[in-house]
């Protein structure tokens, strides 16, 4: 990872007009926001040993002259690294936070002559405070401005003093921390592998640490940290160069969390191609430079993933996904998980999967009528705008993980799942199958619809079968010549259904292996068929009670059959006797031996249900008053 954000700041660096071989272009700080117009210079000159004040400068801001303000942001609530500073009140930036408390750390005349040089410039403008506040508040407009000093009609970067104290102060920040030192000079880099001073605490994602004496080899002494990793000052510009440019560009939503994409070019690869992958990733994530309209596996906008898949496998994508509940450049950043080596192909396995491949032959689930009959509800700002057709994404998969239910955090499931899915791990399906279960039933016993979490389900077994990463139980299959009992008829009506079922079984092959399953589907079909009965009958569904929360064993199937049949004919309303016969037919075949866990035999009943309006005749009785779950 080190070596890959190594190269995307080299790139950054390069791209902004910098060069590595001149820090002080990448170590200063834009001191403007859109609203600054000028820069008040505070004009000195040399008067003997000392300094003299001449008068109040005013230039206006240019933000390609960026070196000569020198400016580099320091302490919220202290001095900036040099006296240049941008206003927020003119006399408390001047006098109490930045300008002048900057020099009082220079307040004795010593041997150097640069420090004495940094006195004598303080000494000047304490001795003439007033009448320099009065002269700043002559030129001060209502816009935001900066403020900074003039040196015999030179800038700050013209002397080389300033730019030593911000090269020093950006060293300090990577030896000086925790009341140590760590550094030492002709000395092997850990990231370039050059002989140079090297320092102990360069942090740059905060997930190599020395805060502790147990995180510290040799001896447990933090002086020594650079042992650990040692980082020279070129490379941790370099470092921090690419941490800027992540954060700015490659920095991505994902239900929840923050993640950044972080490409590795393989050692071979030409630079221009480096460039050109770059160029477009940052186009990629503004919609003016789109030319259409991009499918994605995530629900933030500006999400590359698919035009990452369509690059040749001269990169790999590795996803950090982290929480830094201080902002991202705050104390605290915790990895949450780090995906490696995500090659573009995978990826294209990926939304082959969601959207399919006329080229490969491949249905993506997208495709699929069934999910694309099913319509779920859109929102901006948590208003219902919509709807649009079921489409997978991994949203689909947070449904079932969800941040917080029932005061669980299901977090650490969700990512473990999706770290499986992009580096091609194999997906427990009892583990999955019991938390697609928790969801349905929740919904289902508080008097919820079932039918889109259940469809969601349904998608999300159906896209992991596609990347082979679930494996479905087969069950047992009976000889055909032990069910030649069950004679179903041949009318055209029998036919129609025999037909609409083979076509979803065949559609769903994978997932309807066995005769057992099909049973228990079928009779989630029937028992939906009893319950729109009923609720157009008498406004209510009392049957939901027998179907025990959506917690089903074998048991419970069989003593089901007949209970529903009974009830439909009680109604007068037994329109489904062909679709009973099918339903003892499968289950008779799937024998006694169900193997079958009560997740799995609730879901595929729940499923039934929620598809039956599949198996309706064309015009069926109770149609009106329909209750689907």
Same mark, same amino acid.
């Given at each position: 990872?080190?070596?890959?954000?190594?190269?995307?700041?080299?790139?950054?660096? $390069?791209?902004?007009?910098?060069?590595?071989?001149?820090?002080?272009? #990448?170590?200063?700080?834009?001191?403007?926001?859109? +609203?600054?117009?000028?820069?008040?210079?505070?004009?000195?000159?040399?008067?003997?040993?000392?300094?003299?004040?001449?008068?109040?400068?005013?230039?206006?801001?240019?933000?390609?002259?960026?070196?000569?303000?020198?400016?580099?942001?320091?302490?919220?609530?202290?001095?900036?690294?040099?006296?240049?500073? &941008?206003?927020?009140?003119?006399?408390?930036?001047?006098?109490?936070?930045?300008?002048?408390?900057?020099?009082?750390?220079?307040?004795?005349?010593?041997?150097?002559?640069?420090?004495?040089?940094?006195?004598?410039?303080?000494?000047?403008?304490?001795?003439?405070?007033?009448?320099?506040?009065?002269?700043?508040?002559?030129?001060?407009?209502?816009? *935001?401005?900066?403020?900074?000093?003039?040196?015999?009609?030179?800038?700050?970067?013209?002397?080389?003093?300033?730019?030593?104290?911000?090269?020093?102060?950006?060293?300090?920040?990577?030896?000086?921390?925790?009341?140590?030192?760590?550094?030492?000079?002709? !000395?092997?880099?850990?990231?370039?592998?050059?002989?140079?001073?090297?320092?102990?605490?360069?942090?740059?994602?905060?997930?190599? +640490?020395?805060?502790?004496?147990?995180?510290?080899?040799?001896?447990? !002494?933090?002086?020594?940290?650079?042992?650990?990793?040692?980082?020279?000052?070129?490379?941790?510009?370099?470092?921090?160069?690419?941490?800027?440019?992540?954060?700015?560009?490659?920095?991505?939503?994902?239900?929840?969390?923050?993640?950044? =994409? #972080?490409?590795?070019?393989? *050692?071979?690869?030409?630079?221009? =191609?480096?460039?050109?992958?770059?160029? &477009? &990733?940052?186009?990629?994530?503004?919609?003016?430079?789109?030319?259409?309209?991009?499918?994605?596996?995530?629900?933030?906008?500006?999400?590359?993933?698919?035009?990452?898949?369509?690059?040749?496998?001269?990169?790999?994508?590795?996803?950090?996904?982290?929480?830094?509940?201080?902002?991202?450049?705050?104390?605290?950043?915790?990895?949450?998980?780090?995906?490696?080596?995500?090659?573009?192909?995978?990826?294209?396995?990926?939304?082959?999967?969601?959207?399919?491949?006329?080229?490969?032959?491949?249905?993506?689930?997208?495709?699929?009528?069934?999910?694309?009959?099913?319509?779920?509800?859109?929102?901006?700002?948590?208003?219902? +705008?919509?709807?649009?057709?079921?489409?997978?994404?991994?949203? @689909?998969?947070?449904?079932?993980?969800?941040? #917080?239910?029932?005061?669980?955090?299901?977090?650490?499931?969700? =990512?473990?799942?999706?770290?499986?899915?992009?580096?091609?791990?194999?997906?427990?399906?009892?583990?999955?199958?019991?938390?697609?279960?928790?969801?349905?039933?929740?919904?289902?016993?508080?008097?919820?619809?079932?039918?889109?979490?259940?469809?969601?389900?349904?998608?999300?077994?159906?896209?992991?079968?596609?990347?082979?990463?679930? *494996?479905?139980?087969?069950?047992?299959? &009976?000889?055909?010549?032990?069910?030649?009992?069950?004679?179903?008829?041949?009318?055209?009506?029998?036919?129609?259904?025999?037909?609409?079922?083979?076509?979803?079984?065949?559609?769903?092959?994978?997932?309807?292996?066995?005769?057992?399953?099909?049973?228990?589907?079928?009779?989630?079909?029937?028992?939906?068929?009893?319950?729109? @009965?009923?609720?157009? $009958?008498?406004?209510?569904?009392?049957?939901?009670?027998? =179907?025990?929360?959506?917690?089903?064993?074998?048991?419970?199937?069989?003593?089901?059959?007949? $209970?529903? !049949?009974?009830?439909?004919?009680?109604?007068?309303?037994?329109?489904?006797?062909?679709?009973?016969?099918?339903?003892?037919?499968?289950?008779?075949?799937?024998?006694?031996?169900?193997?079958?866990?009560?997740?799995?035999?609730?879901?595929?009943?729940?499923?039934?249900?929620?598809?039956?309006?599949?198996?309706?005749?064309?015009? !069926?009785?109770?149609?009106?008053?329909?209750?689907?779950?």
């Amino acid at each position: 990872m080190i070596e890959a954000i190594r190269k995307i700041g080299e790139y950054a660096i $390069e791209s902004g007009g910098k060069s590595i071989a001149d820090p002080i272009n #990448i170590l200063v700080d834009s001191p403007a926001n859109r +609203t600054t117009k000028n820069v008040l210079f505070i004009v000195l000159e040399r008067d003997g040993d000392g300094f003299s004040y001449r008068n109040v400068d005013i230039e206006e801001y240019s933000p390609k002259e960026l070196q000569k303000y020198l400016y580099k942001k320091g302490s919220p609530n202290g001095t900036d690294v040099t006296p240049t500073s &941008m206003i927020t009140t003119l006399e408390s930036t001047f006098t109490k936070t930045k300008i002048v408390p900057w020099f009082k750390q220079y307040n004795t005349l010593g041997l150097d002559e640069d420090h004495n040089f940094l006195v004598n410039i303080g000494n000047c403008i304490r001795s003439n405070t007033k009448q320099i506040l009065e002269d700043l508040k002559e030129h001060q407009s209502k816009e *935001n401005n900066i403020i900074s000093l003039k040196i015999d009609n030179k800038y700050l970067y013209d002397f080389k003093i300033f730019q030593d104290i911000l090269v020093d102060k950006a060293k300090e920040n990577y030896y000086s921390k925790y009341g140590k030192k760590s550094k030492s000079e002709n !000395q092997i880099c850990s990231v370039c592998n050059k002989k140079t001073e090297v320092y102990g605490f360069v942090d740059t994602y905060k997930f190599y +640490t020395v805060d502790k004496p147990g995180f510290v080899s040799g001896g447990f !002494q933090q002086k020594n940290a650079w042992k650990n990793y040692p980082v020279c000052l070129n490379c941790a510009l370099t470092l921090d160069g690419g941490k800027k440019y992540l954060q700015n560009n490659l920095k991505f939503n994902f239900y929840g969390f923050n993640y950044l =994409l #972080i490409p590795k070019f393989l *050692n071979n690869v030409d630079k221009s =191609l480096e460039k050109e992958i770059f160029k &477009m &990733m940052k186009d990629q994530t503004d919609p003016k430079f789109r030319e259409r309209e991009i499918n994605k596996l995530t629900s933030d906008e500006n999400e590359i993933l698919e035009s990452m898949s369509k690059q040749k496998n001269y990169l790999n994508l590795n996803f950090m996904f982290y929480d830094a509940p201080k902002g991202d450049n705050g104390s605290v950043f915790n990895i949450l998980l780090y995906i490696e080596d995500v090659l573009p192909s995978r990826l294209k396995t990926l939304f082959n999967a969601k959207v399919g491949c006329v080229e490969e032959n491949i249905i993506g689930v997208d495709q699929i009528r069934t999910f694309k009959e099913c319509m779920v509800p859109t929102f901006e700002n948590n208003k219902k +705008t919509g709807e649009k057709p079921l489409e997978f994404n991994f949203g @689909i998969l947070r449904t079932f993980f969800p941040k #917080i239910s029932n005061n669980r955090t299901y977090n650490k499931y969700f =990512l473990d799942v999706t770290n499986r899915i992009f580096t091609n791990k194999k997906i427990d399906y009892d583990f999955l199958m019991n938390f697609i279960m928790q969801k349905i039933r929740d919904e289902f016993v508080n008097g919820y619809l079932t039918k889109i979490s259940t469809l969601k389900g349904f998608m999300l077994f159906n896209y992991l079968n596609k990347l082979k990463l679930v *494996n479905f139980y087969e069950g047992i299959k &009976m000889d055909e010549n032990n069910l030649e009992v069950f004679k179903i008829g041949t009318s055209r009506e029998t036919n129609d259904l025999n037909q609409r079922i083979d076509s979803f079984f065949s559609e769903f092959v994978d997932f309807f292996k066995s005769d057992l399953k099909k049973a228990i589907f079928l009779e989630g079909v029937l028992t939906q068929f009893l319950l729109n @009965i009923q609720y157009q $009958e008498r406004n209510a569904t009392p049957f939901r009670v027998k =179907l025990k929360g959506l917690k089903l064993d074998e048991n419970q199937i069989k003593k089901l059959l007949p $209970e529903i !049949q009974n009830k439909l004919e009680e109604y007068g309303k037994n329109y489904y006797r062909t679709l009973e016969s099918i339903i003892s037919k499968y289950l008779v075949s799937a024998g006694t031996e169900w193997n079958m866990s009560t997740d799995e035999i609730s879901y595929y009943f729940v499923l039934g249900m929620n598809l039956s309006y599949l198996f309706k005749k064309e015009k !069926q009785d109770d149609n009106k008053g329909e209750m689907n779950e």
